[in-house]
């Protein structure tokens, strides 16, 4: 249990030295919006084009974990939209609480803890789990969102934020990074490190700037809400992944480490901006506090079932 909290521990200890650095005015909000755009628009995309130009294309692109990982987000995120829509929810509440059950801030707050069980082969899940949040579950969820103002269709929001996906600088690392790989294009050592050294930057600033964002937000009389979104974020989500690993065995193993434990995060950081459009940020922010309050709870007993329960991880790793 303590080399397991030496995994979980630091990540959540900058986190809260970004909320402090914020709490006691250290750094004002703005700051740190500052550094969420430094990780956002530089670091995470570093990260991915390094990840992925380091390896084989054969080795980048996983079918097993697409396979698993996708469907089951999907899942989760249909059951939390249905389960709202029996409740009498408006499919715009509905299609957001399936996004903040189904889709995991993997960039920010998972990666960190990844590397330190995986090496190298968490920033190869990173950029698969990318993969699934930004072309399939963002852009669902969103379209459904849509489809909730009058007069508009969901094809056509469906279509709106697909064309915004090209600007995206992470969408463009990652097709850089696999083009790179499939055509086995060398890049100068010099360009390797430097873009290698920025990727190294990622990881604390994002957590940094976690804790940040995180000063001021106050769940409010939203408890059935926030049970449901951050139960399903940390909970069922993970149990899905896992769950279809059964149905598709055969991963490669630190692959199959690294599904699951991006799927046990909290949701999107930008969770609560994406819902400001449908007037629904507070519950969102709400639903992310909680999340990544409980997330350290959650986290480390996940990382103790796949060691001890599972024996997926060594013993002394």
Request: with cysteine.
């Amino acid at each position: 249990m303590l080399q397991i909290l030496l995994i979980s521990a630091p990540v959540y200890l900058i986190i809260a030295a970004g909320f402090s650095a914020v709490r006691f005015g250290l750094f004002q909000a703005a700051d740190t919006r500052v550094l969420g755009r430094f990780v956002v628009q530089i670091g995470l995309p570093a990260l991915l084009f390094h990840a992925l130009t380091r390896r084989p294309l054969a080795e980048v692109f996983d079918a097993r974990f697409l396979l698993v990982y996708g469907p089951a987000s999907l899942a989760v995120g249909a059951l939390g939209l249905w389960w709202q829509r029996l409740r009498g929810r408006s499919l715009q509440h509905a299609a957001l609480t399936g996004l903040g059950m189904s889709s995991s801030n993997s960039g920010f707050l998972a990666y960190p803890i990844v590397v330190q069980v995986l090496g190298p082969t968490a920033a190869v899940g990173l950029a698969l789990a990318m993969l699934v949040e930004n072309l399939l579950m963002v852009p669902l969820a969103l379209a459904l969102a849509e489809r909730g103002d009058a007069g508009t269709r969901s094809f056509t929001g469906f279509l709106r934020v697909l064309s915004g996906l090209p600007r995206s600088p992470i969408i463009q690392a990652m097709a850089a990074g696999l083009l790179v790989s499939a055509l086995e294009i060398p890049l100068p050592e010099v360009l390797t490190r430097t873009i290698g050294l920025l990727a190294t930057a990622s990881s604390p600033l994002a957590l940094f700037v976690i804790g940040g964002s995180l000063v001021g937000l106050k769940p409010a009389a939203m408890r059935a809400d926030l049970a449901l979104i951050a139960g399903g974020k940390l909970l069922l989500h993970p149990l899905a992944v896992l769950g279809g690993m059964a149905l598709l065995p055969g991963m490669d193993p630190g692959l199959r480490v690294a599904a699951v434990l991006y799927a046990s995060a909290p949701m999107l950081s930008i969770y609560p901006v994406l819902a400001m459009r449908f007037d629904l940020d507070r519950l969102c922010a709400a639903a992310l506090l909680t999340a990544t309050t409980l997330s350290f709870i959650t986290i480390t007993a996940w990382l103790w079932l796949l060691r001890a329960g599972l024996h997926w991880l060594p013993v002394g790793g």
